[in-house]
Nanobody, 119 residues
Framework: QVQLVESGGGLVQPGGSLRLSCVAS????????MGWYRQAPGKQRELVAV???????IYADSVKGRFTISRDNAKNTVYLQMNSLKPEDTAVYYC?????????????WGQGTQVTVSS
């Protein structure tokens, strides 16, 4: 059974930092692209950052230069370091792992962790 467990969310003041972690079990994470998405109230879920199985990182324009995604395959974990946080970063952040198997996308989601940026 595949399980993704996020942690590290919370309340932070504007300009502050948080580090999110997502631990995957039931898969060999090195075979998967791993990423973070977020969903603010009343908005669609959006991509924040993805790190491929080969280590390439892709970021949404809104977080470039502020957020850094990384992974530790030995720990089956993906991280999101968030600096210079803004109120508009407030959302539920979800971890996602994905791979293509015989032309079929196989993806798993975590349950989400709340990030609130407010003074």
């Amino acid at each position: 059974q595949v399980q993704l467990v996020e942690s590290g969310g919370g309340l932070v003041q504007p300009g502050g930092s948080l580090r999110l972690s997502c631990v995957a079990s039931g898969i060999i994470s090195s075979n998967y692209d791993m990423g973070w998405y977020r969903q603010a109230p009343g908005k669609q879920r959006e991509l924040v950052a993805v790190i491929t199985s080969s280590g390439s990182a892709i970021y949404a324009d809104s977080v470039k230069g502020r957020f850094t995604i990384s992974r530790d395959n030995a720990k089956n974990t993906v991280y999101l370091q968030m600096n210079s946080l803004k109120p508009e970063d407030t959302a539920v952040y979800y971890c996602k792992v994905q791979r293509i198997v015989v032309q079929t996308i196989v993806a798993y989601w975590g349950q989400g962790t709340q990030v609130t940026v407010s003074s």
